[in-house]
């Protein structure tokens, strides 16, 4: 019993404090953008989780890079998904279906640790995208 009360002691912060976010998977958006995660760009905590909102059953969410030992994941079509994010660093994520026309949103939990490799990766990552390849470049300027 004494166990149980001091692991919830040292739980119950960090389940007061972290927090949900929210990323709508958009065929387009009120500006006339296509194919765009929104927002495109979120800074979080360690601890705080991510629910992406599909507008339709043609989008998911899938990680592209993650930070070494950071959680790699894939949402199902067209369903709303919950991720939570432990490790610090820089997670970029696509929609499957629409990579290559730029759908591509960056997470940055606590610090920006693999910055450098997130940077080098997408060199190559890049050439994958046809089109919005300025806005997906222009998210990844955004990570400090």
């Known amino acids: 019993m004494k166990r149980l009360i001091i692991t919830l ?13 929210q990323v709508k998977l958009l065929t387009a958006n009120a500006s006339g953008q296509t194919m765009i995660m929104e927002p495109d760009f979120l800074k979080i905590s360690p601890g705080d989780s991510v629910r992406f ?10 990680s592209l890079l993650s930070p070494k030992g950071g959680i790699t994941f894939n949402t199902p079509m067209g369903k709303v998904a919950v991720v939570e994010f ?7 994520y696509k929609c ?34 046809v089109m919005n390849k300025d806005r997906v470049t222009a998210t990844i300027a955004k990570i400090k």
């Not at 432990?86 to 970029?92: D, I």
């Not at 759908?103 to 940077?119: F, P, S």
């Open 9 to 21: 002691v040292l739980l119950l912060p960090t389940l007061l404090v972290a927090k949900e976010h």
């Open 53 to 62: 909102i599909p507008s339709d059953a043609s989008h998911n969410a899938q």
């Open 96 to 129: 499957l279906p629409h990579f290559a026309l730029g759908m591509v949103g960056v997470i940055q939990v606590g610090n920006a640790v693999n910055l450098a490799d997130v940077k080098t990766q997408w060199q190559t990552l890049q050439a994958g995208v």
């Open 86 to 92: 432990k490790q610090e660093g820089v997670f970029l």
